[in-house]
């Protein structure tokens, strides 16, 4: 299948440069894919090669280590570390996911002061003692995501018709999490509602997902109703509008549902980072040029929005309410 054919490409070549006419040329295509089904590939993204596979064969070595040497970094109420198989269950869904990740966010110390002040998914990341190599594969991806999503922010604003760097000031201290994903071969024998990741929409702002060559996932598109692949593409990122997003752009970028189903009859590996403003930052349509009266969402602090939703959809916070 031309994976082209279903999704578009856009090249980010020259946005993290400042090239005007690379910016707008990005924008264009950004606002045509986002109005149209939300989802999209980037390459030249800056993310490299080198950086990608270390952070790919460390998901390996950690997901093969036995579950009980991985509950060591059982995650915690920051929801950061290991979140075993079954663990999270999708809004609507029937079953929980048929997957494991490990989560890691913006490392932060115990006297920050926004961790000293309470605020919700803060701090340090909880790092396996078993496998020390593992924090330096992630920092380097984790940091490395980052600006290819800054990047992609200034052409989102661009698209939007508005500054390049209207989305700058609301990322002072990210809220950026990326999670590496595993999922076991789907059961032969497993029931229609069964998913790897059950049809859902992102939370945050903007996901940038980095997917092996098993292939399984999958987009509704918006004109059929259909689900259609978003095989992978050598070298791309594959990105989707969040939740949050749709509601800032009063819903002229979309949302839209995805699921996984790993039918490769082997193990499947993703990265996914999901780059959202910082806690605090407040999300409001008005500020985007939307006419308060045409407005479809009261303003909201991006964090508050985002933990609401973590709250709803992972079993362990469940447990702790």
Not at 16 to 40: H, P, Q, V, Y
Not at 210 to 233: K, T
Not at 268 to 292: E, H, M, N
């Amino acid at each position: 299948m031309n994976a082209t054919a279903n999704l578009p490409l856009i090249d980010m070549a020259g946005v993290r440069e400042g090239d005007e006419a690379a910016t707008l040329r990005a924008g264009e295509a950004i606002r045509k894919a986002c109005s149209e089904t939300g989802f999209f590939y980037i390459v030249n993204h800056g993310v490299t090669q080198s950086v990608i596979d270390t952070a790919m064969a460390a998901a390996k070595t950690f997901f093969a280590y036995p579950a009980e040497v991985k509950r060591q970094v059982a995650v915690n109420k920051r929801h950061r570390g290991w979140h075993s198989l079954g663990g999270a269950l999708m809004y609507e869904a029937t079953k929980p996911d048929f997957k494991e990740f490990f989560s890691m966010g913006l490392e932060l110390p115990e006297e920050d002061p926004c961790v000293l002040a309470g605020e919700a998914l803060r701090g340090p990341n909880q790092w396996p003692g078993f496998m020390p190599e593992l924090r330096l594969a992630l920092d380097a991806y984790y940091e490395q995501v980052g600006l290819a999503g800054a990047d992609l922010l200034k052409a989102v604003a661009v698209g939007l018709g508005i500054e390049p760097g209207f989305f700058a000031p609301k990322y002072g201290k990210r809220l950026q999490r990326t999670q590496m994903v595993y999922y076991p071969p789907h059961p032969p024998l497993a029931e229609t509602d069964q998913f790897g990741v059950a049809p859902h929409t992102d939370y945050g702002c903007i996901t940038l997902l980095y997917q092996d060559n098993s292939g399984g996932l999958q987009v509704r598109e918006l004109a059929s109703n259909r689900w259609i692949d978003a095989a992978p593409i050598e070298g791309s990122l594959v990105v989707n509008v969040g939740d949050l997003l749709a509601r800032w752009s009063n819903d002229r970028f979309r949302s839209t549902l995805h699921r996984v189903i790993n039918k490769s009859g082997h193990e499947r590996y993703s990265i996914a980072t999901f780059y959202d403003p910082t806690y605090g930052a407040v999300v409001d349509p008005c500020d985007l040029g939307i006419d308060a009266a045409a407005s479809l969402y009261p303003s909201v602090a991006a964090g508050d929005y985002i933990l609401k939703r973590i709250d709803d959809s992972m079993a362990y916070r469940k447990k702790a309410q």
